[in-house]
């Protein structure tokens, strides 16, 4: 497994690849965009990535336009050499790793707005952070030129972000969205997990919980949005200790919320569990 640093080296290695790509579907290039502290929802990205397409390189990049001047941007978890040797385990072909300056020569003024799906769910609560990840997002499809690539249904309204932008900016990317790798008990997978405390760790469990009980209701045939907010609000009410950022039904295309689930919908969540932000939702159909 190669490591690339700069984007000329990454356009190199694709456009190489698909001189003689045949074009039978195992010749495609896959991109698997992360920002590192790789865990097995990675994994599971990458080990979608090599199970469609011929070729899989995997971006490593903190991309700091998408943290709010308050947020995590320089405590966020690095671990280059671990994160390397799970993306070759799963058999990535490529580790893109550039600088800032690389991304964002000195001078970038140039960013990826998406307008009112920019400012919605997280959009809402971390203004700019939308703005920052199509920004990424869009260097990093057109760097690779990917055919396909893949994202984490946990980040649901990021994936609905990115699919409006990929339609909007005719980029010839397909975006597939893998499932929600969670813990034994629950937990959905995040980087940002590392932050939580022994007590933390068990009260971030509420959200789980709360995405659980209203699948368990969407089951039962429930549809009306108050009544899926509601039981989700009793979930966290048994855990003071969070605090409540959003819980939405939307609808996973516009993020405009919904009256009635209906298949296609988003029900959401995110939370504070101490100073860690947490989200995690449900798709229904
Ligand atoms: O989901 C993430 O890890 C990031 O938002 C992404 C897509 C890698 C862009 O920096």
């Not at 865990?39 to 390189?57: E, T, Y």
């Not at 590392?194 to 009260?203: D, F, V």
């Not at 996973?252 to 988003?266: I, N």
């Amino acid at each position: 497994m190669e490591i690339l640093r700069t984007v000329a080296e990454l356009r190199q290695w694709s456009r190489t690849l698909r001189i003689d790509a045949r074009n039978d579907g195992r010749n495609l290039i896959g991109l698997v965009p992360t920002m590192g502290a790789l865990h097995a929802g990675h994994a599971s990205l990458i080990r979608a990535a090599k199970a469609s397409v011929g070729f899989v390189a995997v971006s490593i990049f903190v991309n700091p336009t998408q943290f709010g001047p308050n947020e995590d941007y320089s405590r966020y978890p690095r671990s280059f050499e671990a994160d390397c040797a799970l993306a070759q385990a799963e058999g990535a072909d490529v580790v893109f790793a550039p600088t800032v300056e690389e991304l964002y020569p000195a001078g970038a003024a140039t960013f990826v707005e998406v307008e009112g799906l920019g400012n919605r769910l997280d959009g809402a609560s971390r203004p700019g952070h939308f703005r920052g990840v199509a920004t990424v997002v869009a260097k990093l499809l057109i760097a690779t030129e990917a055919d396909r690539a893949f994202f984490g249904q946990k980040d649901a309204a990021q994936v609905a972000l990115l699919r409006r932008m990929v339609a909007d900016l005719r980029l010839p990317a397909e975006i597939v969205v893998c499932p929600i790798v969670r813990e034994p008990d629950g937990l959905a997978l995040s980087s940002r997990n590392l932050y939580l405390s022994p007590a933390e760790r068990n009260q971030a469990l509420t959200l789980s919980r709360a995405i659980r009980q209203v699948e368990a209701l969407l089951a039962s045939g429930e549809r009306h949005s108050s009544a899926l907010i509601a039981s989700a609000r009793q979930t966290f009410a048994t855990e003071p200790a969070i605090r409540i950022d959003y819980i939405a039904l939307v609808d996973w295309t516009t993020l405009e919320p919904v009256e009635d689930a209906t298949p296609g919908s988003l029900f959401a969540v995110a939370a504070w569990v101490g100073s860690t932000r947490l989200i995690d939702n449900t798709i229904l159909g």
